[in-house]
């Protein structure tokens, strides 16, 4: 049973770069079982599609944040990282980490709510 | 906008049966790409309720079931409880963006 856990700064000035870590448990994040993502929530709307990860280091992100967005993975600690630049307020929204298996989403983290604000 | 479009709310009695649709393009879920439903109660984060357009995870109540025709989908919930309020989305993958794309979601009230 895999467990993820995100963790980082709850508030973030504008146009500042946003960094959050999530940490793994119950397997590798090396695995092939798995593949890694973020997902995110603005307050009182739906879910958006961050990016995600391969085993191989290879990454796909959101069209309309790929020019800000970079997931990363720090194997030797089990970590999944994101970091969003130039942020604004429109970036305010509950972040999850999330194991992807085939096009599912079979783990979530519980989330962690960034606020963007100046 | 959401890449798939679903009903912003249905409702129902107890007891009763709902469906929710779930309709995408060619590029998802008409590209014969699985869609998969989530279920957020609120202040938790979504759960795995259906994957691969009609499988449910161990522990998922036979009350729910999936179905995909096309490029459409749909999610099933019979004998409405009280417990099910909540907000459902669906989620496929799309090869043109290579990555997930989700419905806007759905709030179920459960009269």
């Known amino acids: 049973q895999l467990q993820l856990q995100e963790s980082g700064p709850g508030l973030v000035k504008t146009s500042e770069t946003l960094s959050l870590t999530c940490n793994v448990s119950?397997?590798?994040?090396?695995?092939?079982?798995?593949?890694w993502g973020w997902i995110r929530q603005p307050p009182g709307k739906g879910l958006e599609w961050i990016g995600h990860i391969y085993s191989s280091g290879t990454t796909f992100y959101s069209p309309s944040l790929k020019s800000r967005v970079a997931i990363s993975v720090d194997a030797p600690k089990n970590q999944l990282s994101v970091r969003l630049s130039s942020v604004s307020a429109a970036d305010t929204a509950v972040y999850y980490c999330a194991a992807f298996r085939g096009y599912m989403i079979d783990y979530w983290g519980q989330g962690t709510l960034v606020t963007v604000s100046s | 906008q959401s890449v798939l479009t679903q009903p912003p709310s249905v409702s129902g009695a107890p007891g009763q049966r709902v469906t929710i649709s779930c309709t995408g393009s060619r590029s998802n879920i008409g590209a014969h790409y699985d869609v998969n439903w989530y279920q957020q109660l609120p202040g938790a984060a979504p759960k795995l309720l259906i994957y691969g357009n009609s499988n449910r995870p161990s522990g998922v109540p036979d009350r729910f079931s999936g179905s995909k025709s096309g490029p459409s989908a749909s999610l099933a919930i019979t004998g409405l409880q009280a417990e099910d309020e909540a907000v459902y989305y669906c989620q496929s993958f799309d090869g043109n963006l290579i990555g997930s794309v989700f419905g806007g979601g759905t709030k179920l009230t459960v009269l």
């Open positions: 119950g397997d590798s994040i090396s695995s092939r079982s798995y593949y």
